[in-house]
């Protein structure tokens, strides 16, 4: 059993920043690529960040320079540090544990506005 939990959306000002925090759990025996999805009312889902076992960090060009993904203490922690926060960021945000098939958490609300 595998269970992934997000936290840390919220409302915020254009400008401003937020950090999400993600934590997988359960029968997780080592350390695999972790990643941020979001998705946008009536958009597709879109991968906006990710970290593999070895720290190799993957970022949509859409956010380069703004997020930033870090693991925590915790091997199966993954943070999302997001700055200088756009309202054409407001979307749910999903982590994504690539074990087997993928497992996601519930999703965090993030919304920016103008």
């Known amino acids: 059993q595998v269970q992934v939990v997000e936290s840390g959306g919220g409302l915020v000002q254009s400008g401003g920043s937020l950090r999400l925090s993600c934590a997988a759990s359960g029968d997780i025996f080592g350390i695999y690529t972790m990643g941020w999805y979001r998705q946008a009312p009536g958009k597709q889902r879109e991968l906006v960040a990710s970290?593999?076992?070895?720290?190799?960090?993957n970022y949509a060009d859409s956010v380069k320079g703004r997020f930033t993904i870090a693991r925590g203490n915790g091997r199966n922690t993954v943070y999302l540090q997001m700055n200088s926060l756009k309202p054409e960021d407001t979307a749910v945000y999903y982590c994504n544990l690539d074990l087997r098939n993928g497992y996601w958490g519930q999703g965090t609300q993030v919304t920016v506005s103008s």
């Open positions: 970290i593999t076992s070895g720290g190799i960090r």
